[in-house]
Nanobody, 121 residues
Framework: QVRLQESGPGLVNPSQTLSLTCTVS??????????WSWIRQPPGRGLEWMGS???????YYSPSLKSRTAISRDTSKNQFTLQLRSVTPEDTAVYFC?????????????WGQGTQVTASS
């Protein structure tokens, strides 16, 4: 059974960089056909796909976040990470790491439990 677990700080100062790590067990992040993604949900709003890293390491980003976002991976640890630069209070959200068959959140078949991140001084 595949499991995903997010980790990282729950509070980030504005203008700083948010870094989150997703640790995957029960599957390899180099498995064919899967995309490993970050999706967030701000309070009172819908889900927002941020970006994905494919099994071959290719990355895909939301156009609205591309200038501030980087997704990378450590295959030796079976982890992938999110970095979001220059955060503002609008980046406050629950952040999920996911596994899916595409880059749309409708393609997700497995979700992490989510982690609350608050951008505030």
């Amino acid at each position: 059974q595949v499991r995903l677990q997010e980790s990282g700080p729950g509070l980030v100062n504005p203008s700083q960089t948010l870094s989150l790590t997703c640790t995957v067990s029960g599957d390899s992040i180099t498995s064919r056909y899967y995309y490993w993604s970050w999706i967030r949900q701000p309070p009172g709003r819908g889900l927002e796909w941020m970006g994905s890293i494919a099994a071959d390491g290719t990355t895909y980003y939301s156009p609205s976040l591309k200038s501030r976002t980087a997704i990378s991976r450590d295959t030796s640890k079976n982890q992938f990470t999110l970095q979001l630069r220059s955060v503002t209070p609008e980046d406050t959200a629950v952040y999920f790491c996911t596994r899916g068959f595409g880059t749309n959140y409708n393609d997700v078949d497995t979700w992490g439990q989510g982690t609350q991140v608050t951008a505030s001084s």
